[in-house]
């Protein structure tokens, strides 16, 4: 088995006219993790995704996916996606939906009728096989779509968005085929807004803001023992906020309450000593883990939003 990456990219962006939608794109995604992709409205993901897929054009740069080149048809037969945005054959059943994309991958007959049926018990859809897909609820097309990206057995699954419109039940459902997707030595390249979704099952994660990845890491070396602390003190002169920067980062000041983050919890002991001695009474310290919501904010910023817009109904976007 090739130990090459399975997703590479140098320096790939993507204009549209005047519109800067991906600046610099340059990653790499092993065989067999997770991996998330995460930024805020407009950032760009879900057209870095259009390229990866080589359904769009990149203006600069280059990638490979598989070893094969952005778009190549042949290591496309080796790729599944599942668009956020998705518009099925609503007049199809469940069990002719699938077989229609099975007859685009040129799947033979027997193959076909074991693989539709795997997958059906899989996204928990087997009772459902016969009726229309206009019947169905969001959800269950959000898990049809699923079988749809598996159908193939791919090596590599890109997923945008797979937990919109699912209850907490059917989160968990994606979740757990994600994480057997891995097992399996299946690359999976995940774009959501759900972040503790990400927290729990990504491998690494890439943040990107205004078309370009800002940070990119494993999630333990990115959270692995960085706290957020919250320090409820009274009495505490202003010219000693200062001094706390010795120890602290981000340092937020409202009114009593001290918000800042640290390296360690070692370091604690240090910072009640300091303000008790700058005449501050401390009332509560409150350490915690930072959870990826607190990283997200910190790296991005928070005046922007993770909601997800609209990118996939115009290319433009």
Same mark, same amino acid.
């Given at each position: 088995?090739?130990?090459?990456?399975?997703?590479?990219?140098?320096?790939?962006?993507?204009?549209?006219?005047?519109?800067?939608?991906?600046?610099?794109?340059?990653?790499?995604?092993?065989?067999?993790?997770?991996?998330?992709?995460?930024?805020?409205?407009?950032?760009?993901?879900?057209?870095?995704?259009?390229?990866?897929?080589?359904?769009?054009?990149? *203006? @600069?740069?280059?990638?490979?996916? #598989?070893? +094969?080149? !952005?778009?190549?048809? $042949?290591?496309? =037969?080796?790729?599944?996606?599942?668009?956020?945005?998705?518009?099925?054959?609503?007049?199809? *059943? @469940?069990?002719?939906?699938?077989? #229609?994309? +099975?007859? !685009?991958?040129?799947? $033979?007959?027997? =193959?076909?009728?074991?693989?539709?049926?795997?997958?059906?018990?899989?996204?928990?859809?087997?009772?459902?096989?016969?009726?229309?897909?206009?019947?169905?609820?969001?959800?269950?097309?959000?898990?049809?779509?699923?079988?749809?990206?598996?159908?193939?057995?791919?090596?590599?699954?890109?997923?945008?968005?797979?937990?919109?419109?699912?209850?907490?039940?059917?989160?968990?459902?994606?979740?757990?085929?994600?994480?057997?997707?891995?097992?399996?030595?299946?690359?999976?390249?995940?774009?959501?807004?759900?972040?503790?979704?990400?927290?729990?099952?990504?491998?690494?994660?890439?943040?990107?803001?205004?078309?370009?990845?800002?940070?990119?890491?494993?999630?333990?070396?990115?959270?692995?023992?960085?706290?957020?602390?919250?320090?409820?003190?009274?009495?505490?002169?202003?010219?000693?906020?200062?001094?706390?920067?010795?120890?602290?980062?981000?340092?937020?000041?409202?009114?009593?309450?001290?918000?800042?983050?640290?390296?360690?919890?070692?370091?604690?002991?240090?910072?009640?000593?300091?303000?008790?001695?700058?005449?501050?009474?401390?009332?509560?310290?409150?350490?915690?883990?930072?959870?990826?919501?607190?990283?997200?904010?910190?790296?991005?910023?928070?005046?922007?939003?993770?909601?997800?817009?609209?990118?996939?109904?115009?290319?433009?976007?």
């Amino acid at each position: 088995m090739s130990t090459s990456p399975v997703i590479e990219t140098d320096h790939l962006s993507k204009h549209f006219r005047d519109n800067v939608a991906v600046a610099d794109l340059s990653l790499q995604v092993e065989r067999g993790e997770i991996f998330g992709f995460l930024g805020p409205n407009g950032a760009g993901k879900t057209t870095s995704m259009k390229m990866l897929l080589g359904l769009i054009t990149p *203006t @600069a740069g280059n990638g490979n996916v #598989l070893g +094969a080149p !952005l778009g190549d048809r $042949e290591a496309k =037969r080796r790729v599944g996606f599942l668009p956020e945005h998705f518009r099925f054959h609503e007049w199809l *059943t @469940a069990e002719e939906f699938l077989r #229609l994309h +099975a007859d !685009l991958y040129r799947m $033979e007959g027997e =193959r076909t009728t074991r693989r539709i049926h795997e997958l059906l018990e899989l996204v928990e859809l087997k009772a459902h096989a016969h009726r229309k897909l206009r019947t169905f609820s969001k959800g269950m097309l959000q898990r049809i779509g699923l079988a749809q990206a598996l159908l193939s057995d791919p090596e590599v699954v890109f997923l945008d968005e797979p937990t919109s419109g699912l209850d907490p039940m059917g989160r968990r459902l994606v979740r757990d085929i994600t994480r057997d997707l891995r097992t399996k030595g299946t690359t999976v390249f995940l774009n959501s807004h759900f972040l503790s979704e990400v927290e729990v099952t990504c491998d690494r994660v890439a943040f990107i803001k205004e078309g370009i990845i800002v940070r990119i890491g494993s999630l333990d070396s990115l959270m692995n023992g960085e706290l957020q602390v919250v320090i409820r003190v009274r009495n505490l002169k202003p010219e000693s906020h200062q001094g706390l920067t010795r120890w602290c980062r981000n340092l937020q000041i409202e009114g009593e309450q001290l918000t800042f983050q640290l390296d360690s919890e070692d370091q604690l002991p240090s910072i009640t000593r300091y303000l008790i001695e700058q005449g501050g009474d401390v009332y509560t310290v409150q350490p915690k883990i930072i959870a990826l919501e607190d990283l997200f904010l910190e790296i991005i910023g928070e005046n922007d939003s993770l909601e997800p817009r609209d990118e996939a109904i115009s290319l433009k976007s």
